[in-house]
């Protein structure tokens, strides 16, 4: 400014139109001044900006983003939340990591070269001649989106099937489903059920709800069962050191989920519950293993045992959640408040009146299956002690007395049609009706029988068990 005004006095303006003109080139060469200056100002509060989106964005390329991500080399990471999962599909499309923020769940290949993470194997075991590629060859990708991954193996002439394996986000509970898909590729026909092989760290507490009051540990042929905890309807397996060889367990498991807690993070893993019968031969629902040099515990469930003909495929889905363990809970044997933690995080039991009637439609239909096929085990743990069995004709019988006579008694039932049956729940109390509709066979003689039946359910010991039925013939 002052450089400016002391070229208006150099010019020595004498006239008004000279000084008019000396103030037009002032004005001139200030805005000239000024504009420059604000440039430059300007450019300096942008390259800042961009300087400023830079580090955002590199910031941001290390925050956990929801979804799907190919990590490289055929791996790929699911993440939703602050769980994550990662997939190798150089490994049987194997799960190599779950992680709640950097706190790993499952065993790593430096536990085991080899039996580590997660697979999905054959059952029975024993039947197949191992696994091959289906458990530790290579999967290339069916289809990827942003919060699904599904891959896919070569086919296992050897074994004559084919596995696909999907991996999907859920937002609304923070969990991630594993879908395995088997596919027979054989000209015959096969009986297979799923069987999912999760290994974790030693030192840690499993726990296992039970489904009746006799479903206790067994063993299998080779291994004895470790030493176990049976307390509140659940069966507990506190880490035993001292196990001088392989051990291991089977049960029919309760609510379809099994759990496991160690430095105070919680692994849960839900799934169907599959009927006694329905499994493949000598396995079970739940089961458990743990090595002999001490190193992994194996959280084992399988599905239900099926036949496949050429190209038909089972579904078989698992939902895995991790938790940190709230601070207020104490990982030991017997403590209620993990048990229900675990429920309120499933929706299972008074957590969950959907739950409650799902699993009561589950057990009628179960009751009705056995009336096919009668086994007295099964009906012994459906029944309550105080059942009330009352008939069309007016006879009533005892839980002893309905056991004989569907076991061992001229009455067969054939087939069974259930229809228009409707589901009320009053606290613990469970009221089931619908018709039934029978072709069975008495004495040599057959025919058709139809009958609305009204059933009485009660939870006892965390399972429904039928109280009373009575039967009007239509």
Known sequence: MENNMSLLRREGCASVKSREVAISHLHFRMNNTISRNLSMKVNRIYNKFLICVALLGICASGIAQDGVVNIGDNQFKVTVSNVS???????????????????????????????????????????????????????????????????????????????????????????????????????????????????????????????????????????????????SGTIWYPYDSNTESPQKFFMDGGDGWIAYVRDNVLFIKSFAMVDKGDSAPGESNVELYVNK??????????????????????????????????????????????????????GTKSGSSIQMRKNLENTTALLVKTMLKPDAEILNNLFSDELSYGHSGGLIENKEQIIYGLTQGPFHFETIDIKDQTVRIIGDVGVVRHVLTTNYSENGKTGTLKFGILYVWRVENGNWKLLARQAAKL
């Open 85 to 231: 999962m990662v997939v190798d599909g150089n490994k049987g499309a194997r799960i190599t990591s779950f992680k709640i923020n950097d706190q790993e769940v499952i065993a790593s290949n430096k536990v085991h070269p080899y039996f580590y993470g997660s697979t999905l194997w054959l059952s029975p075991e024993g039947k197949w001649k191992g696994h091959g590629a289906l458990d530790n060859g290579i999967y290339t990708v069916q289809s990827e989106s942003s919060n699904v991954l599904r891959l896919v193996s070569l086919p296992d002439d050897k074994r004559g099937f084919q596995f696909s394996k999907e991996f999907q986000i859920n937002e609304k509970d923070t969990s991630i489903t594993v879908k395995y898909i088997i596919k027979n590729i054989s000209d015959k026909v096969q009986e297979v059920a799923p069987w999912e092989v999760t290994r974790v760290s030693t030192g840690g507490l499993a726990f296992i709800p039970k489904r009746h009051k006799d479903d206790l540990p067994r063993p299998n042929k080779m291994y004895p069962v470790p030493p176990t905890v049976d307390d």
């Open 293 to 346: 040099e001490k190193t992994y515990v194996e959280l084992e469930n399988q599905g239900s045992y099926q036949n496949l003909g050429k190209n038909e495929s089972l579904d078989y889905e698992v939902k895995w959640y991790v938790r940190k363990l709230p601070s207020t809970i104490e990982p030991k044997v017997g403590n209620m408040k993990l048990k229900k933690y675990v429920e309120d995080i499933l």
